[in-house]
């Protein structure tokens, strides 16, 4: 099977799990899948509502899975499918995962459509920390960076 259609199947499995979570109130209209050499190793839906967790979104859901199954903080060689664009929180741990690629459906466009609009968080994360939306102080640096000097000197850490 050629990978653009291989991408169709774990794409359109993403988004049965989006319609799937919405028929089944769990949250959002969000599904997600990661793969492994060809298997689905991990998926997800959003679980925002279900759970209380605002994290709970379905990358999160399927990164955490995954790693799990892994028994390891990074997905090197994972493939995940989304149902959507993903805001940025689940691009932000996409990244760390080191996912080694992303495939997605509607777009963040799509998604503020029906009221699911991360435009305010883009334009937040580039904001000055006192011109955020979210009263944000600094305090106690000198302190705080005592544990980053630990890091920096300790012999057996796992680099991430």
């Known amino acids: ?26 949250g959002g209209p969000f599904g997600a899948v990661i793969v492994r050499h060809g298997d689905v190793i991990a998926e997800g839906n959003n679980m925002v509502t279900s759970t209380n967790d605002p994290t709970a979104h379905a990358e999160i859901v399927a990164i955490r899975r995954a790693c799990e199954t892994l028994l390891s903080f990074q997905l090197t060689d994972c493939v995940l499918y989304s149902s959507c664009e993903p805001c940025p929180m689940c691009l932000g741990a ?6 080694s690629r992303l ?7 799509d998604a503020a459509d029906i009221d699911f ?38 012999a057996d850490k796992i680099a991430y």
């Open 1 to 26: 099977m050629q990978e653009s259609s291989k991408d169709e199947v774990y794409l359109r499995h993403a988004i049965a799990l989006a319609k799937k979570g919405v028929q089944n109130k769990d």
């Open 117 to 154: 609009d991360d435009a305010f968080l883009y334009k937040e994360i580039v904001q000055p920390v006192n011109l955020r939306a979210i009263q944000t102080e600094q305090m106690l640096r000198e302190e705080g960076l005592e544990a980053f000097r630990m890091w920096e000197n300790f």
């Open 94 to 99: 996409i990244y760390w995962s080191r996912l």
């Open 103 to 109: 495939v997605f459906a509607c777009t963040r466009e």
